[in-house]
Structure formats: structure tokens, C-alpha cells
């Protein structure tokens, strides 16, 4: 028996004993965690408006760790360290060989394919701990893990290189490059993000390795917007300040050249359609607010970029639908390819062109995973990061 975090309703999440993993499929490999993350998606589980979640479940997917156990066809071996992707894909069906790896066909099993299929017209892929509409696999926030196809999902990490500098890569670190990299982002763009935690961050640094000539960042919260000015951004408190008259202005008055929406569907702001989203919200008639990016969409140029990392599950309204046309607008989004990315950005974390360990600010022991999460929700401003140790000491 192992300890893990188990979700058992909106806002009550709980550390159990459950069993241990075991290995299922040949391609399996067991891994004993080291260290494992909360994640800004975790909160959409927390807050209760992703569907398909069952009490008891495991959560968590940003996590790495020891191989202790393999199957006859991984290619994995005990003892060596690895990070495990979010996104749960075999490696052989078409999307994965068009490295489109969070649109795997085959990891999400056939019995848990309806919801999504209903939702969005194909049915998902399988992503750890995040409901039974992403296959209902147990997630990361655990002493140990089962991960499938464990010869095409994991990255073996050298071991010079510490936990807090390789787990990001589990997701939030591919996540924010492949933001980026969705916003064909050219010598002179002038770049907006919206939202400054831990994806918007790696999504204005990444923006900034790409070669960005001024990237913006628009939240609400003095550290987060403090790490996003020390990372090279000019920064903007939606509070404070007309988001789009401002990057009016900064963008010489034709709109910014590409934006990127790293927010999702909880996003705050004072529009009125916001607080309609709210109240809807609340009571259930829909899914996502969506007022970043339809501000976004307003704020970016003729001909501009709009990339959408932010996680959104279901529908929105008040939607412009004539802005996007007549603007003539690319837009890109997705859940994030991560095994298409590891490598590369292994190796630039390896050679300082990356940091991913700046925006780390509490460490604790899985024991107090509850803790974590009500603190990452309720005090974002100084809980920007929050990295859980099994084993740590209380």
C-alpha cells in the first residue's frame, strides 16, 4: 500500500492510503516518485468543473522519479531517472507519428472514450490524473506511479542535474515553449501574454529565446508580474491599467503581433460578459469563462497570432466571431505535444539557455498536499510554485 492524493469532491482533496501500482501491460514501467507538482490545471479538478472525476481518484501530472519496476517491452531500466510526460501516447498511431503526441488514438480506452467523443467530435487521448474523460488513469501525486508505454513517454534525465531542474519538463516547461512556438513568433513581434503563472512565465521566456524584440505581460498578482519583469517582460496590472488602450499604445497603435492566452477557462476580469461567465459558471449552464482571450483576440492586429495554451473543457458565448474573421486571424492551441519537445529542451536546460527553477516557491512533503492546493488557489501571489517531496519530512 502506498500513500497519494486522492480527489473526493470541489475543494476536498485528501492524502489516503490506496494500493500499490503494478504492472498491467508488457510496455509498463513503475516509478517511485521524487518529486511531483501542483498544477494551475489541478485547480479546474479542485474547483470541480472538469467532468469525470470519481472520488478516490489519484491526481497529478507533472511528476518524475526512480524506475523500481519495468515490463518485458520497456526500454526503461531500474534505477535510472526519469520525467514523466503528462500526456499518456503509444508512440505508433498516426498522430503520433506526426509527433502530435497529445492526440494518441490508442491511450484512452475504448470504454472512456464517449464523453470526449460527444464533446469535441473525436474522442480525447489519455493525459495521468485527470479524470476518467482522459482515460481515468491514476495521476503522479503519489509515492508511486504506473506509466504506460513507458518506452515512448518518459525521458531519462542525467543525474548532475536535480529534480528542480528537469520535472517542469513533465509539462509546464513544454507547454509554455510550445505557446511560443504556436505564436510564430518572428524577430520583430511585439508579444502579449496573458497570465503570469507558471506557463505564462515559461511562455514569455521561451518567447524571449525565440527571439521576440518585446514581449508583454498582462495579470494581477506584484510577484508574478515581478517574475515576468525580471524574466525580460514589460509588464501590465489588468487592475490598473486598459489592457488594450495599453497595448495600443506600446505596439505603435497597430496591435500587438501575437498574443498568447495563458489563462484559460477561469479567467478574472471586470467585463460584464466576464461576470455573466461567472454566475453560469456557478450554477452550471457553462463551462468556460473566456474573457482573456476573447480580450486578446480585440487586442492583437490584423493578420495577427493568437496561440492558446490556457486549458478550456467545454463551451463559451459572447464569443467574436466577426473580430476573428474580419481580423483574419491564426489561431493555435492544443494540449502539448510533450514528447516532441523533451529533448531539445533537456538540452537547454543543460546549457543555461532555460531556467525553470526561478519560479518555484514552496516545497512540501506529500503528507501536506490539501495545504498546497488551497494555498496555490487562495494566495497566488506568493505561491507560484508548489513542488510536493514524498518522504519529506513535516
Given at each position: ?97 506526426q509527433q502530435q ?275 496555490f488557489k487562495e ?16
Amino acid at each position: 500500500m502506498m500513500r497519494a492524493l486522492t480527489w473526493h469532491g470541489t475543494n476536498d482533496v485528501r492524502v489516503d492510503t490506496v494500493s500499490d501500482p503494478e504492472i498491467i501491460n508488457p510496455r509498463d514501467a513503475i516509478i517511485k516518485i521524487t518529486s511531483t507538482a501542483i498544477c494551475g490545471s489541478d485547480l479546474h479538478l479542485y474547483d470541480g468543473v472538469i467532468p469525470g472525476v470519481a472520488p478516490g481518484d489519484v491526481l497529478g501530472h507533472e511528476f518524475m522519479g526512480e524506475v523500481v519496476e519495468t515490463g518485458s517491452a520497456s526500454d526503461l531500466e531500474k534505477g535510472q531517472r526519469v520525467v514523466v510526460p503528462f500526456t499518456i501516447s503509444c508512440g505508433g498511431c498516426f498522430h503520433c507519428k506526426q509527433q502530435q503526441y497529445s492526440a494518441c488514438d490508442n491511450s484512452n480506452p475504448a470504454e472512456k472514450q464517449d464523453m470526449s467523443a460527444t464533446l469535441y467530435g473525436q474522442p480525447m487521448a489519455a493525459l495521468f490524473g485527470y479524470s476518467h474523460l482522459t482515460g481515468g488513469y491514476s495521476g503522479g501525486q503519489a509515492e508511486y506511479a504506473r506509466v504506460p508505454f513507458s518506452d515512448v513517454g518518459p525521458i531519462v534525465v542525467p543525474d548532475h542535474l536535480e529534480d528542480d531542474k528537469v520535472l517542469f519538463l513533465s509539462d509546464i516547461l513544454p507547454t509554455g515553449w510550445m505557446a511560443a512556438e504556436n505564436a510564430d513568433i518572428q524577430p520583430d513581434d511585439t508579444v502579449a501574454v496573458w497570465g503570469c503563472g507558471p506557463v505564462g512565465l515559461f511562455a514569455i521566456q521561451s518567447a524571449i529565446v525565440m527571439g521576440a524584440s518585446k514581449v508583454i505581460a498582462i495579470d494581477r498578482y506584484p510577484n508574478r508580474l515581478e517574475l515576468a519583469k525580471q524574466l525580460g517582460a514589460e509588464i501590465i496590472d489588468f487592475r490598473e491599467t486598459d489592457v488594450r488602450e495599453a497595448l495600443m499604445e506600446m505596439s505603435g497603435g497597430i496591435g500587438v503581433d501575437a498574443v498568447i492566452d495563458a489563462v484559460g477557462m477561469e479567467s478574472h476580469g471586470f467585463a460584464i460578459d466576464n461576470m455573466f461567465d461567472v454566475v453560469k459558471q456557478k450554477v452550471g449552464m457553462g463551462a468556460d469563462r473566456a474573457s482573456a482571450l476573447k480580450q486578446a483576440i480585440l487586442a492583437v492586429r490584423f493578420g495577427g497570432k493568437v496561440s492558446i495554451p490556457g486549458v478550456y473543457g467545454g463551451m463559451t458565448d459572447k464569443w467574436p466571431l466577426g473580430a476573428m474573421m474580419e481580423k483574419g486571424l491564426q489561431i493555435r492551441g492544443g494540449q502539448t505535444h510533450v514528447q516532441k519537445y523533451t529533448k531539445q529542451l533537456l538540452e537547454k536546460i543543460e546549457d543555461g539557455t532555460l531556467d525553470t527553477t526561478f519560479l518555484i516557491s514552496h516545497r512540501l512533503p506529500l503528507e501536506q498536499a490539501a495545504e498546497g492546493y488551497k494555498n496555490f488557489k487562495e494566495q497566488q501571489n506568493e505561491w507560484t510554485k508548489v513542488i510536493l517531496k514524498p518522504g519529506m519530512e513535516n
